[in-house]
């Protein structure tokens, strides 16, 4: 693991002189956050050793590195689902990538369903927590001893000192967020009004298909993680209206210029 792991690595740093501790995820609808880096390199997936291979075809996916307010940033811009077709391995290989080329801590974003129903579409939400129900886990298997403990624990696996980093900055920018737990489902279909009624009563706030493995990983390689949700719309049954990815997209392209202003101020203003 540990060489495959290098060679992907070794291949992004003799691209870039940049060496990023700061890396980001975005998500569906949210990757127009890397066109706003500045001295850019991307680097499509494809190009990268052992990446994943995309098998759907228009799939588009690359690394962007640069500068973000004054930061050095690397950035996913579009990720991998376990939904997709990938192995969960897949699907968190670029995490271990970015703990390789030094990434320390790791904002990961999100589209998904409210479940609280103080919540609404268009929200942001800082993550406080998650819950793993994928019936999977990105660490089952040998555990290699140089990529971290063979029982990570993650009782602050979204860091406290970023969660209140992420609260003083809505404040300075006088935007109003919510915090809230994640549940991870693999998707890709979305859930039942009863799936959702039971994912309320064991505490979710939030329902999406992705995240919870890579931040099973970012903690297994001591990343600390901020994990930013939006709210796109709100979860099947709560609203008497279907769900589709249309609203889903709209959502989040209306919440574009608060994502970009929130995410920028939490990376000019982060403590390294
Ligand atoms: N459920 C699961 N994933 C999602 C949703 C949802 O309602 N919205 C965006 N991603």
Known sequence: MKNVISEASSFILNNTTKRPIIGLILGSGLGILADEIKNAISIPYEEIPHFPVSTVAGHKGQLVIGELEGKEVIAMQGRFHYYEGYSI??????????????VQTLIVTNAAGGINANFKPGDLMVITDHINNMGNNPLIGKNDENLGPRFPDMSESYHPSL????????NKLNLTIQKGVYVGNTGPSYETPAEVRMLRTLGGDAVGMSTVPEVIVANHAE???????????MAAGILDQPLT????????????????RYVKKIIETLLQ
Do not use: Q, Y
Request: glycine residues 4%.
């Open 89 to 102: 391995k897949e699907v968190t290989f670029p995490v271990r990538v970015m703990k390789e080329l030094g």
């Open 163 to 170: 969660i209140n980093h992420a609260e003083t900055c809505a």
């Open 223 to 233: 990343i600390k993680v901020l994990g930013i949700s939006c709210i796109s719309n």
């Open 245 to 260: 990815h249309t609203e889903v997209i709209e959502t989040t392209e209306n919440v574009r210029e608060d994502f970009l």
